[in-house]
């Protein structure tokens, strides 16, 4: 089956739909698939709901798709650098479920393995443990939280082959292999498809299993604090 | 003389044991790592990167390569890479052996507070809560009083909590203090604060 496609809008081609659940990897402005998300945005896809670590800024990331209220409902663990995200949310036009960094990465990537909740002890006495199951191991209490099943993912990585295996690059790994797991369907953005067999198969991040449709493109990547010391130190 | 941010910095790199993998949060705990020596200290940064080296030189940023603060960084000979939820694991799997991190309010019975003040802007609690519930040994760097010299150490939070019985030993810019039975206990003092003062400053029970 071929998963290579033109272009981010035919990779993401009869996979959109008002009120759909996206899964969607990268940390702050860091290894996010801008390329798809710039498509989600010219489709106009609406009502959408995102689980995602964060919600870009106002003009990169998923901040485009606060811009055009193509965003109902985020689900995040840290939300601050976006004032037009902060606007609408105080206007309670969009919901917002806060949860756990560790929480979130681990719900995408139960759901993805199959496994409808797991018990942690993150966030125990605290806002995120009310109303959800409380149980105690070993002496220890623990809360119930749910894998995240999404309709569709979208992720970012360096380098795959046609089959989809993905590479990753430094930090820019991070929510995009557990994102990826949690989705029915994957679409993955990169750098470089390069040819079959020139991946070596130990170094593989990420099993073709995992990504059903591929694009490659040009990247922004863009640096959302750039923090540098003088040379004379180095 | 109380101790000033680099002084607190400094004291908190003496709870840091050669060996150890540790999780520095933002602010005074980022200087912390100015001041480990030569002790053998494995940085980690929770969106996914154990051995995280200093700031870049100009022109050498990377826009793959940031700490959980979403700066740039580097990386050493030692760094490894991985996803989050293997990130996450390590934290929650008591794989880190300590945290250093600020704080609103922290309780006499390690009750910590950082993440949200009700009414104002909620930015989100990202790994804090995680890492407070899986480290072994949490360590809070913060001032004592807060800019209307109430104290920060408090009989209980009044502010939603980031854990519960978290926190295990506080560095204030007044002395050190640890989380026990019935309360804080005091460690130290800076240089030049007594105890009586440090007492003067502390809502929370103190025991001996």
Known sequence: ?234 | MPWDRNQMAARAAEELEDGMYVNLGIGIPTLVANYVGDKDITLQSENGMLGMGPFPVEGEEDPDLINAGKQTITELARTSYFDSATSFGMIRGGKIAAAILGAMEVAENGDLANWMIPGKLVKGMGGAMDLVAGVKKVVVVMDHTNKHGDSKLLKACTLPLTGKNVVNRIITNLGVLDVVDGGLKIIETAAGVTEDELRAATEATIVN
């Open chain 1, 1 to 234: 089956m071929k998963k290579v496609y033109g272009s981010a809008a035919e990779a993401l081609d009869g996979l959109l739909f008002d009120g759909m659940f996206i899964s969607a990897g990268g940390f702050g402005l860091c290894g996010i698939p801008e390329l798809l998300l710039q498509a989600i945005k010219e489709a106009g896809t609406k009502d959408l709901t995102f689980a995602s670590n964060n919600a870009g800024v106002d003009d990169f990331g998923i901040g485009i798709l606060l811009q055009t209220r193509q965003v109902r409902k985020m689900i995040s663990s840290y939300v601050g650098e976006n004032a037009e995200f902060m606007r609408q949310y105080l206007s309670g036009e969009l919901e917002l479920e806060f949860n756990p960094q560790g929480t979130l990465a681990e719900r995408m990537r139960a759901g993805g393995s199959g496994i409808p909740g797991f018990y942690t002890k993150t966030g125990v006495g605290t806002q995120i443990a009310e109303g959800k199951e409380h149980k105690d191991f070993d002496g220890e209490t623990y809360i119930l939280e749910r894998g995240i099943v999404a309709d569709l993912s979208i992720v970012k990585a360096w380098k795959a082959d046609d089959t989809g295996n993905l590479v990753f690059r430094k930090t820019a790994r991070n929510f995009n292999p557990p994102a990826a797991m949690s989705g029915k369907v994957c679409v993955a953005e990169v750098e470089e498809i390069v040819p079959r067999g020139s991946l070596d198969p130990d170094h593989i991040h990420l099993p073709g299993i995992y990504v059903h449709r591929l694009v490659q493109g040009e990247h922004e990547k863009r640096i959302e604090q750039r923090t540098t010391r003088k040379r004379e130190d180095a």
